[in-house]
């Protein structure tokens, strides 16, 4: 079971951080990823995060990269995605899903969150 939170309304240049706690499963063994979806518009990946071998690997979408920040913390089970310098096209409804091997490909994960609404106004 994934549980996404943190979304809401924010200015243009503003800052939310989004939560996506794991109960059942830790996040150790799992690549976990955010995904996205505007109005209209298919579901696109944001960013992901592994780990191998102790190290922490992180990947963003071009659009995303330098604004957000994809982190976890495990003695609480929870990744985070610290967004800043948002956009009013940041506007959708932010996904996080869980896969056994790294894609950017929303097919590829089998376990998803029920969303959180992100608004930003201009």
């Known amino acids: 079971q994934l549980q996404a939170s943190g979304g809401g309304l924010v200015q243009a240049g503003g800052s939310l951080r989004l939560s996506c706690a794991a109960s059942?499963?830790?996040?150790?063994?799992?690549?976990t990823g955010w995904f996205r979806q505007a109005k209209g518009k298919e579901r696109e990946f944001v960013s992901a995060i592994s780990w191998s071998g102790g190290t922490t690997y992180t990947y963003y979408a071009d659009s995303v990269k330098g604004r957000f920040t994809i982190s976890r913390d495990n003695a609480k089970n929870t990744v985070y995605l610290q967004m800043n310098s948002l956009k009013p096209e940041d506007t959708a409804v932010y996904y996080c899903a869980s896969t056994a091997v790294l894609s950017r490909i929303p097919s590829a994960y089998a376990n998803w969150g029920q969303g959180t609404l992100v608004t930003v106004s201009s």
């Open positions: 059942g499963r830790t996040f150790s063994s799992y690549v």
